[in-house]
């Protein structure tokens, strides 16, 4: 998307704009480690979490959301855009905030938004070989669709390797970052949360984990649209619920994680 494209100017670092090279934040010296010693569960979220936000692939779902709204509700595109931020931000997703103020039907909306062209998600060999290493069960948890989930895992070359996906619809629509939401994927999965590992790029979805006593690795991404997101430039050292860090999910499940094992 070109810089001043209207399409994409909320709340987003504008495309083609200089980005400062993020910076690798250490836990505070005081913070209780959290390791992967006991790790059973590994727990991966999937938009810009496990392909790369390079791969402009959310860019695109975002686009189409916008697109959505303003046909749905007939409203010009730059309004819609602002709904669907604001119902980001008030909900979790902008699916909730239709869903409640709107009364919409989720499915035909995941439908559309994941209607999308694949072809910049890359396939991933060495990022493959460190998952299948994994010990354990490997769960893909998302505030998508599992449709959306299986054909971008399948892109990358990694969706043979997980035991099962949670979805939003298998949530009963209730997203990340709510507790009911983590509650329902536990329970669906029989994930023991002492023996598990959430992979996040998302700061606010990892708080829950923690609070259940998961592992957290917050993986950095290039793709801010919240203002948690947006916010991290100011961490000068990682918040309580945000155990690891890792600007590459591939470098970190090669190293910090297997090391721990
Ligand atoms: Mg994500």
Sequence with gaps: MATGDPRGAADRVPEGAPTETPLLLAPRPDAVPRGFAATKVWIFDLDNTLYPAECNLFAEVDRRMGEFIAHYLGVPFAHARHLQKAYYRQFGTTLAG?????KLDPT???AYVHDIDLSTVP???????????????RLIYTNGSKRHAERVAEKLGVLDLFDGICDIAA????????????????????????????FEDMPMNLRVPH?????TVLVH?????HPVQTEMKRWSELPDHIHHMTLDLRAFLASTARAAR
């Design 98 to 102: 239709l869903m409640r103020i709107h």
């Design 108 to 110: 035909e909306f995941l």
């Design 123 to 137: 396939e991933l060999p060495d990022l493959r070989a460190e998952i299948a290493t994994l010990p354990g069960r």
């Design 171 to 198: 949530c009963d629509y209730v997203p990340k970052p709510a507790a009911e939401a983590f509650e329902r994927m536990i329970k669906r999965h029989g994930v023991a949360p002492e023996e598990a590992a959430m």
């Design 211 to 215: 609070d259940l006593g998961m592992t």
């Design 221 to 225: 991404s290039s793709y801010l649209d």
